[in-house]
């Protein structure tokens, strides 16, 4: 493997983190606390995989610019725009939620994560949908 199997690395590494967060939030919707926790920090080990294989990447190659014209460009950056900005905010978000569930801290958990939740979905979905739009489509 090489630098440049990192892109559908890190788009294989989105979709799982989808995956674990959908499962996840279904688990504690049936009252799974136990399962939860662990599908819930896999979601996060996943994602801290994700991070340092990004930053390696990008470290090598550097920006990758998008070449589609027209209206899949505009959309691209529909797109782009809204998961790198809420993509900054993940790990802050994440750690925090964890922290107050470690600290068990229940009630401020919940409150958030459902901030949380929401954008780290988006971000790992949006990830995957920008990595198609620039090295697949």
């Not at 801290?48 to 070449?67: D, M, Q, R, T, W």
């Amino acid at each position: 493997m090489t630098v440049h199997d990192l892109p559908a690395v890190n788009a294989s590494l989105n979709a799982l983190a989808t995956i674990l967060l959908l499962y996840g939030y279904r688990l504690i919707r049936q009252g799974r606390r136990e399962q939860h926790k662990k599908v819930m920090l896999s979601a996060f080990g996943v994602s801290i995989v994700f991070l340092i294989c990004y930053l390696v990447y990008h470290a090598e190659v550097g920006s990758v610019p998008y070449k589609g014209t027209g209206l899949m460009r505009t959309l691209y950056f529909m797109i782009l725009i809204p998961h790198v900005i809420l993509a900054a905010t993940v790990p802050m978000l994440a750690g925090i939620t964890l922290w107050w569930a470690f600290q068990e801290r229940f009630d401020k958990h919940r409150k958030i994560a459902r901030i949380t939740f929401p954008i780290w979905l988006f971000v790992s979905v949006t990830g995957v949908i920008v990595y198609l739009m620039l090295y697949i489509f």
